[in-house]
């Protein structure tokens, strides 16, 4: 029987992260407005309109590209792609062809048992978002909000081999994107999505036979369910046939029947009718200004991830700040104040990511890195104990109240005076004479019995570190 191998390759889209679209001055957050409202004539195609290019776009989308490696190009232009759907009201994109913005880079990402790969990226070039289509029985409901959001379109070389390289390569480029802040690649809000391609061929063989596109892929399980389903459909269509697919075909991804369906014969770069954009001139982008946007360049994942590791987190923990920009924000604070790594890992990601999961609530509605900070400086400072830091946190989720007022509503204030703590170790002491007389014989346990009394009678608000000190001190 023919082994055969799969051959992937991912269209990834990302919408940029600024205040304005594309070519125009219309605000950029279409999420969650009413339908066509964030609109103007320019994103709406009205004749004698022109485009201004999105100048902070395109800074995010030069710095995406540095960041996956790419050639930033010296001359780059915009093209009109021409196509018959109804989500863009010019009846165009405006997009790059033939001069994109940037090439010839690479991602380098972990599979989940650690084996490391490459995935080379052909292109990086600039574009504008379609609309929304809202289909309702026979009719169907066009939203214009997203016309216009400024797009980063990340075409990669054919070097994925199956479902799971596929999803680690796109979570470890969402990371990168949002790393350098070019995306906040939400898949929620649609801000990210993709388009994969699959095609089969005889193991050994360099041969590329025709392929099926599975379009609008918007999360990384869709990806992954679609390029099984598509795989095992290529394979058995082999089977019958005795070959590869006669043309290449573009497919849609049915999530809710985990099917994938025929859309139409696979377009041609000749099908979109490609031109030069009259109303924007070619992009020319000198060494200067790859330098200054090269500069701004922050730590990238995959370093990030290296240096957390040899910090003495595990791989898991390391990948979970990757992945949750707010907790990292949280860790590396904490970790900053502390200078203990362990410590940091036990208040973000056990203690602050227990709370959270126990509420219901995600890491982005964790409590602002100043309020963390002044519960912790408050532990480090004595003034309160780190069990009732675990009260605090746990209190400060639930309710939304700040750390300080936490504290000062319920009078967690720890005991460290020692004039007041050594009045407790009397008591402790006159309370329990058997565990005296214990310590005193060698039993170094019973210590705990006079500590945890003065713990309990304080509501555990006694300084446990003095306390344990000055019973031993008294006991001898």
């Known amino acids: 029987m023919t082994e055969l191998e799969s051959i992937i390759g ?89 001069f994109p913005l940037a090439s010839k880079g690479e991602v380098t990402y972990d599979l989940p048992d650690g084996a490391e790969r490459t995935c080379r990226i052909t292109r990086l070039h600039i574009e504008n978002d379609a609309g929304k289509l809202s289909h309702r029985g026979s009719s169907t409901l066009c939203d214009y909000n997203r016309a216009g ?28 994107l949002i790393a350098v802040n070019a995306s906040e690649a939400d898949m929620f809000k649609g801000m990210m999505r993709f388009d994969a391609s699959l095609s089969l061929r005889e193991k050994g063989t360099e041969k590329l036979n025709p392929r099926s596109e599975i379009k609008n892929l918007n999360s990384f399980r869709a990806l992954e369910r679609a390029l099984m389903y598509e795989e095992a459909r290529l394979r058995q269509s082999w089977e019958e046939t005795g070959g590869p697919l006669k043309g290449s075909v573009t497919v849609g991804w049915l999530d809710d029947e985990g099917r994938t369906r025929l859309l139409r014969e696979k377009e041609t770069a000749d099908d ?29 994942p995959c370093a990030q991830r290296q240096h957390y590791i040899a910090s003495g987190l595990s791989a898991a923990e390391a990948m979970i700040l990757l992945d949750e920009p707010r907790l990292r924000e949280l860790f590396d604070a904490v970790q900053a104040k502390t200078g203990d790594v362990k410590k940091a890992s036990s208040i973000v990601l056990t203690q602050l990511t227990g709370f959270l999961n126990a509420q219901g609530q995600s ?14 400086d408050a532990v480090l400072s004595g003034s309160i104990s780190g069990n009732a830091a675990k009260d605090v946190f746990e209190k400060m989720i639930a309710t939304g109240k700040s750390g300080s007022t936490i504290i000062a509503e319920e009078g967690m204030q720890q005991i460290s005076d020692d004039s007041a703590l050594e009045e407790w170790v009397k008591k402790a002491i006159d309370a329990n004479p058997a565990a005296v007389a214990s310590y005193k014989n060698g039993k170094e346990q019973a210590l705990g019995a006079v500590v945890g009394w003065i713990m309990k009678q304080t509501k555990g608000q006694a300084n446990p570190a003095k306390v344990n000190e000055m019973v031993k001190k008294a006991v001898l």
């Not at 201004?52 to 710095?63: C, E, L, Q, T, Y």
């Not at 959001?149 to 990168?176: K, S």
């Not at 890491?363 to 912790?376: I, T």
């Open 10 to 98: 991912l269209e990834v889209h990302a919408q940029m992260n600024t205040r304005t679209k594309m070519f125009c001055d219309c605000d950029n957050d279409a999420f969650g407005k009413e339908p066509n409202t964030t609109v103007c004539e320019i994103c709406m195609g009205h004749p004698g309109t022109l485009p201004v290019p999105n100048a902070a776009a395109i800074d995010k989308a030069i710095k995406a590209s540095l960041a996956l490696g790419c050639t930033v190009n010296e001359h780059s232009h915009f093209d009109r792609k021409h196509y018959f759907y109804p989500d863009l009201p010019s009846g165009f994109q405006i997009s790059q062809y033939d």
């Open 149 to 176: 959001t400024p797009l980063m379109e990340i075409v990669t070389e054919p070097d994925l081999r199956n479902a799971e390289e596929a999803m680690a390569f796109a979570e470890e480029l969402r990371r990168i």
């Open 272 to 300: 979109y009718r490609y031109f030069p954009e009259p109303d924007i001139p070619p992009l020319v982008m000198d060494a200067a200004t790859i330098e200054r946007v090269r500069k701004t360049l922050p730590i990238l």
């Open 363 to 376: 890491p982005a509605d964790a409590p602002g890195v100043s309020d963390v900070l002044d519960v912790v």
